[in-house]
């Protein structure tokens, strides 16, 4: 029998007939032996590898179908817990992504003017000595700190290996444009109010891979569960929102905080569809219901909080018995005892004997002081369930019904990244981590905030190094001083940068090491980067494939697909490997890139540059590596006592015996080094609901700054408080009455921040971005279904597609991120024609605790437009141009080069 074995031009034509998902799911194989067609063909065995994907943040099972050394399929790994062999669009996309035409393969330096796209192929070796010399000339002229390293954080488990060059080399300033903007503020206000777990932070975060309760459906007591400015069905879809399909079946109850009506939207029986950016506002009505209506957990608030505890007003420190009573302890603090009607020091972890006050206002030695829990109340005082619909622009009844269910627990409220993405970022984590504190939903069965095991094996792998970084280099972080909560991850503030490098204040900013998308499709106000680019005088971008980014760049690195890459996976208390299955061209991993730039500095001089290849100046962190076997190979052997490729023969490897692992309670465990509790991981040993920590790292910089810093310009909050969206459309102002509709976005599930636009598959099911408008909006404004609009902020224009739905409030639009690989090598290299980034927001105010920027709750007006951008592919046969190239190498080349 004669196998069919089509050329490229036939497989296009019967694409055109099939539909191209059929066609090459069964011909992919054909494609890499077209010059045989008239061979009689020998059947190929099928080599199946596990690996994992990564083609967003999630950490899906996947099962590489290998047929003569190339990838034919893709399919989901039943054994990883967390997705029970459950892949999306996206992952399944991984085929056309490795096989991708447009793949950077080689280094290239330009060769014609910045962004004309001349390129010249050169060796790696000459590609990472012009970057080191270049690095070492400026850090001469300028200093380290004149250098700029970011990277892709959304989906990059790698992402220490930036923040470990930068240490190493000597500047502070690194960025990647999600932290302050994502997740940041999340992790930051759980520690500092839930405090230190087993892993170094846990959150209730679902397309983080937290809220680790719901993958327990079968046995779970949760019943109820608040998805808020999240929505795992589009983010986690073949994880977390799995899960959360399987507990609604099982009768959880579900509220969603979100403008938009989702998928998970749809099916919740409560949808508060909120204003965007007034989130806070929301949240301290629930907590005053809660007050109002008793609904906390009385019992754990009064014995495991530290709402009892007393607060000077004046300071707003909590007053410790060393305050009260000469000779007390500084670390002992005092509650108001309603028995002697006096302030007494309450030893941990309680004492019988006491009746403290859960509200109140009392005076001590003279001092005005309330409880915490007091200071809260008086907080959310003016967030009435009426006054809050007012704010949010939702129903009275809706809200209260909301909050029963939410009551009726146990269970959780997830927080997602929407409130990351405006300026009272941090507030929102603080509130929504209070929330489920007061209600007692912590470490119970049921609740989504837990101290599940840490099997040690997560990104902090690539350890930061700090040694190599002197406290005066330190101090230079552009926004490290006023954002002290940005220290927590370590990274500078993109907006402070940007003015540096325009103006050269206060210090000049002149080479630029990139690796991540498309940056001016992530970053906010993308025109406002221009400018500085321009005056940059070195950029390297490293990248599968070339973006908008690259037209601006002087060197070119190709970097590995993630079915090209090596790495250790932990779902809950397993370890995972995700491992190469195929090797293209030159690219390399990007944790290589960095360390090889890393080891040139040291041979051009850069004494720490060459230090850190020394183990023993290194100890007991890990040196630098010369390739990923070597990286790996480190930090398998010191956890596991084995290779890479050991564990990979174990895969799935239990970590840690799952009763271990899933802990329940962990703070009432006796520590045998004190006979006591062990309590939660603040310094009271209870969860800090009032924030008193926020001032302490306001002041100093502690407990997340590794070297004390000066004062920021005025004290952090330690509650929650709201402030109305900065471009308002209730205020009467000139700006809102031009731009009268609210902008916000969220996670379409077919594409990964700014990747995966050039897979003809994603691109054939979501061409173009869509704005949602309402029916009233869009009649208002001429718009009808299908049709292309202009959509203007202050900052830019673009054009978007109206997707006209009653699953949007009014008066607000929506739409997601986009470029157009198609169009990268016009003027607008992509980023200009349907970009909401052009649109946003990325200048004060910004969050005072850590420095965000509006990315949600702006406003913009809408007009129809004549018709779509020039040069944007909107029909399915436009995008072939970008089928699976047939001519790919595909042994397995040796991994680094
Ligand atoms: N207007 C607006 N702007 C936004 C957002 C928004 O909602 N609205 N969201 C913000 C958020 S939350 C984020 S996180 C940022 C994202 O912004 P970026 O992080 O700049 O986004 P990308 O680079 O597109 O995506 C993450 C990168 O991780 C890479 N990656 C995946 N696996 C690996 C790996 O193994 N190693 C390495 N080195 N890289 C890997 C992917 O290829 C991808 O390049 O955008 C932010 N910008
Ligand atoms: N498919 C896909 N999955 C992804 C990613 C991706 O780019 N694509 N990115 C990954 C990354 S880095 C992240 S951070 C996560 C994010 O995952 P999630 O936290 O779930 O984030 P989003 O979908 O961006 O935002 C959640 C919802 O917030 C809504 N929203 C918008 N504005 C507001 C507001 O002001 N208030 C409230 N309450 N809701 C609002 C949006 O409509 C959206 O449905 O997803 C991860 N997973
Ligand atoms: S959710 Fe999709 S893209 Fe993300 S890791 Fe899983 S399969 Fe890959
Ligand atoms: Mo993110």
Excluded at 23 to 33: D, E, K
Excluded at 248 to 257: D, L, S
Excluded at 474 to 492: D, M, P, T, V
Excluded at 695 to 715: F, Q
Aim: hydrophobic share 35%; aromatic share 10%.
């Amino acid at each position: 029998m004669k196998q069919l074995v089509l050329n490229r031009r036939q497989f296009l034509k019967a694409t055109a007939i099939t539909g191209i998902t059929t066609a090459l799911s069964g011909s992919v194989n054909g494609l890499t032996r077209m010059e045989a067609a008239e061979e009689p063909a020998k059947i190929a065995e099928t080599k199946i590898i596990k690996t994992c994907c990564r083609g967003c943040i999630g950490k899906c099972g996947i099962l590489a179908h290998m047929k003569d050394g190339r990838l034919v399929k893709l399919e989901g790994d039943p054994d990883q817990p967390m997705t029970r062999g459950r892949v999306c669009a996206k992952g399944l996309a991984g085929i056309q992504a490795l096989y991708n035409p447009n793949r950077n393969k080689y280094p290239m330096v330009r060769v014609g003017a910045r962004g004309e796209n001349k390129w010249k192929r050169v060796s790696w070796q000459e590609a990472i000595d012009t970057i080191a010399k270049k690095l070492m000339e400026v850090r001469e002229k300028h200093g380290a700190e004149a250098v700029l390293c970011t990277t892709g954080g959304g989906g990059n488990p790698e992402f220490g290996s930036v923040r470990r060059f930068a240490s190493v080399f000597g500047t502070p300033n690194w960025f990647e444009p999600g932290a302050q903007q994502c997740y940041m503020p999340r992790t930051l206000s759980y520690k500092m109010i839930y405090g230190q777990t087993e892993m170094w932070y846990q959150t209730t975060s679902i397309a983080d891979s937290e809220a680790h309760e719901i993958y327990f459906y079968e046995d779970t007591p949760m019943k109820s569960l608040v998805l808020w400015g999240a929505c795992p069905a589009y983010n986690s879809p073949s994880q977390g929102g799995r899960a959360v399909t399987e507990l609604r079946a099982r009768g959880v109850q579900t509220v969603v905080v979100d403008p938009r009506f989702t998928a998970d939207a749809s099916k919740a029986d409560v949808w508060l569809p909120i204003r965007p950016g007034t989130d806070v506002a929301l949240e301290l009505c629930w907590i005053k219901y809660i007050i109002d209506h008793r609904l906390y957990d009385e019992e754990f608030v009064m014995k495991w909080s530290n709402l009892p505890f007393l607060v000077n007003t004046r300071t707003k420190m909590c007053v410790r018995e060393s305050e009260i009573t000469p000779g007390g302890d500084s670390n002992t603090y005092v509650v108001w005892d309603q028995k002697t009607q006096s302030a007494k020091p309450l030893p941990y972890p309680w004492d019988d004997r006491l009746d403290p006050a859960l509200f109140g206002t009392f005076t001590v030695n003279g001092i005005e002081c309330k409880t915490g829990f007091q200071l809260y109340k008086e907080r959310c005082e003016p967030f009435t369930l009426d006054k809050t619909a007012e704010i949010c622009w939702l129903e009275t009844d809706k809200i209260e019904k909301a909050i029963k269910i939410y009551a009726q627990g146990p269970g959780g409220l997830s927080l997602g990244v929407a409130t990351d993405q405006n300026p009272q970022s941090a507030q929102a984590a603080m509130a929504a981590c209070a929330l489920d504190l007061m209600m007692g939903y912590v470490q119970k069965p049921g609740s989504l905030l837990q101290n599940f095991g840490d099997v040690k094996f997560a990104d902090s792998a690539v350890s930061p190094l700090y040694k190599f970084i002197s406290p005066e280099q330190f101090q230079k972080r552009l926004g490290g001083i006023e954002y002290k909560g940005a220290n927590s991850w370590g990274s500078c503030h993109n907006p402070t940068v940007l003015e540096a490098i325009k103006t050269g204040k206060p210090y000049p900013v002149k080479v630029w090491l990139e690796r991540s998308g498309n940056k001016l499709a992530m970053l906010g106000n993308a025109s406002s980067w221009i400018e500085a680019i321009e005056k940059m005088e070195f950029i390297v971008h490293m990248y599968m494939y070339p973006t908008s980014f690259s037209a601006y760049a002087d060197v070119l690195l190709p970097t590995t697909e993630w079915l090209e890459s090596d790495y250790v996976v932990p779902p809950l208390n397993m370890l995972f490997v995700r491992q190469a299955v195929t090797h293209t061209y030159e690219t390399m991993n990007e944790t290589v890139i960095w360390a090889k730039i890393a080891k040139r500095c040291g041979e051009l001089g850069h004494q720490a540059c060459k230090d850190a290849f020394d183990p023993e100046k290194t100890a007991p962190e890990q040196p630098y590596w010369n390739s990923m076997e070597e990286f790996l190979d480190w930090n398998c052997k010191k956890k596991l006592g084995m290779t890479f490729k050991e564990l990979a023969q174990k895969v799935p490897y239990e970590a840690m015996p799952i009763s271990k692992w899933r802990r329940y309670y962990t703070y009432k465990e006796i520590d045998p080094k004190t006979g006591k509790p062990k309590g939660f991981g603040r310094p009271s040993q209870k969860v800090e609901i009032y924030g008193e920590a926020f001032i302490t790292l306001g002041r100093t910089g502690a407990p997340v700054s590794p070297y004390p810093l000066p004062p920021a310009s005025k004290d952090y909050d330690p509650l929650p408080y709201f402030e109305e969206p900065f471009e308002s459309p209730l205020a009467d102002s000139e700006l809102a009455k031009t731009f009268p509709l609210v902008m916000t976005n969220g996670r379409l599930p077919y594409f990964h921040h700014g990747t995966l636009r050039n897979i003809p598959w994603l691109r054939e099911i979501y061409p173009v971005p869509e704005i949602w408008i309402h029916p009233k909006a869009a009649k208002k404004y001429g718009i009808s279904q299908g049709e292309w609009v202009n959509v203007e902020s202050q900052r830019g224009k673009i054009k978007a597609k109206a997707w006209v739905t009653e699953g949007i409030n009014p008066g607000v639009v929506y739409m997601e991120r986009f470029w157009t690989p198609e169009t990268l090598n016009t003027n607008t290299h992509g980023w200009q024609e349907v970009n909401v980034n052009v649109l946003s927001k990325n200048d004060a105010p910004f969050n005072d605790v850590i420095g965000t920027y509006t990315l949600r709750g702006y406003l913009v007006r809408v007009s129809k437009a004549d018709g779509p951008p020039k040069g944007v592919w909107l029909k399915p046969e436009e995008f072939k141009a970008w089928l699976p190239e047939p001519s790919d190498p595909t042994q397995l080349k040796d991994k680094e080069v």
